[in-house]
């Protein structure tokens, strides 16, 4: 992997757990600058509306993200997960919380040690893009003491709303329903797919997304499942609901055409009700869905501001 968004980093691969025989990859980012002594750790989870996508998908990777980590010698461990439709959102936060359990085991201290690398896991933020933001802001009310802050980039924070047909087409080009329907036809529901992220699966996924089918993607298999794991709106009506410290920074593009800007503002709004100070805080700037991917960290202003209370606070072990 030569991409130069992670050129100033060593990639290690392994996986940490396995699903039928089927290997589940975690990708471990260390910036090849000399350090000495642990270093914080950044968790980011990729985008694609939980059908798409790959850790090391780098249309999908922020280059600030890794500048960020660069600058500060941060590890950045990023997993793949099982996608849908073959499997099931309940079986994805089991992924999630499966690579939790794996991050805190021997193995992933284990394999640092062996390429002169120590993870301080009492710095650990996470981050994450689209479907990613989602996975990111569950990770922080699931764990909230154990990192010390969260952020998300247009997260798709209401998987709920997803089953409204789009009123305008994602980024103003239409895909026919029949690239949704004839994928459904002949998808290994049940089956184990990790890594999915060829011109074929966006065709699919903004399919879905246009013609409101995600929604209904998301909540298949999960009856008899908590609303709270499964919806972070509801989750913020749970008693005792806590953030990270260092609250959880969400950054939006006001002209997203595919998770609606006012979707994540309703869940500030309600944040707001719960607790004040470093909640959850919103930016929102000009641009589309994905418009950070290639943007960099130290020419952007306004990012310095927006993820102050969290990044900085991390790397600069203020909290």
Known sequence: MTDAKIANFN?????YKKVNNHPIRADILIPKTAHTGPRPVILRYHGGGLVMGDSLFMPFFPHWLADLAEKHNAIIVSPNYRLLPETTSPEIYADIEDFWTWLHGPEFGALLEKHDAEADLGRIITAGDSAGGLLSVYTALAHPRQIRAATASYPWINPGSANTVLANPPFGHSTPESVYTEYMASAEIGGVKSEWSGPESLSFMLAAAEHGHLAGIYARGTEGVSREMLYPIDKLESEGVEFPRGGIAVIHGKQDSIVPVGDVEGFVEKAKGVR?????????????????????????????????????????IEV
């Open 276 to 316: 004040s100070g470093p909640g959850v805080t919103l930016t929102v700037r000009d641009g589309e869905h994905g418009f950070d991917g290639d943007l960099r960290f130290d020419e952007e202003e306004w990012m310095g501001v927006a993820f102050g209370g969290g990044y900085y606070r991390l790397v600069g």
């Open 11 to 15: 990639l290690l691969q392994t996986h």
